[in-house]
């Protein structure tokens, strides 16, 4: 990962955050936006503390899904502009190690390499997008809303756009840009943003059955599909078949693979070693 090393995460439990929670409970790690008072506005420290954590979650063995929520009402309102327009404004975490180039959310959450589920109870706002389009599954209420208000101060949801495109066609992300309206769950259920609804009393059920099915299937699989499924998009149609036939004999070859054979074999279930 671009941002920190693994050198840079051996000092993850000694470092006291400021502006989000995280718990890791067997393979499930799990992080919370903290900072309800300001609907979870981001500001630089706050980005680069998320960026921490999913670099400890991509590091760590032992991590096979993250699960992201937020606490109070508000999953996140997007980036706080006084903090980044006003360094004063923004309070720096003295335990964080350095990050290594600029916090950018959105190639944080490409390079975590691990399944991550996004359990979103509240509106989403601008540059809140580029986490939730950073996991590989989002669980919303119904009544949650989701809008690029970008345009009605002037400026445009830019690197937003680079986190939707993989998502949903130009012409929608142009009509969110826009107009800057929000969208109801079901609206961006249907455009594919959003991946599973669920009532506000069962999603926190829902969200970890999916994250116990991932933490009990091959990681070692899941990670290099993941990172499969990334490299062939720079890559010539003409290459592509070719190059996931070598990745899957890699994978052939590894000790999980041969657990999953044998473990199909004697009708039992398979201990994963990641290896």
Known sequence: MRFYTQEDISAFDNVRFLHIKTAKAGHLFTITLARPG??????????????????????????????LKAEGPVFCAGADLSAFHDTSANTL?????????????????????KPCIAQVEGPVLA???LMICGCTFVFSVPEATFSLPEIKRGIWPMQVMASL?????????????????????????????VTHLA????????????AMQICNSAPLAIQSGIQGLQKIQNLPQ??????????LYKLLQTEDAQEGALAFKEKREPIWKGK
């Open 38 to 67: 300001k609907r979870n506005a981001f500001t630089p420290t706050m980005a680069e503390e998320i960026i921490f954590a999913l670099a400890y979650a991509h590091y760590e063995a032992d991590i096979r899904c993250v699960v």
């Open 93 to 113: 975490n003295p335990n964080l190690p350095t990050i290594r180039e600029e916090a950018r959310l959105g190639d944080a959450f490409s390079e975590l390499l």
């Open 127 to 129: 540059g809140g997008f």
């Open 165 to 193: 495109l993989p998502i949903i066609p130009q012409r929608k992300i142009l009509e969110m840009s826009v107009t800057g309206r929000a969208y109801s769950g079901q609206e961006t259920l249907e455009m594919g943003l």
């Open 199 to 210: 009532d506000r009393e069962k999603i926190a059920t829902e969200v970890n059955a999916l």
């Open 238 to 247: 003409s290459e592509q078949h070719a190059f996931l036939k070598s990745e």
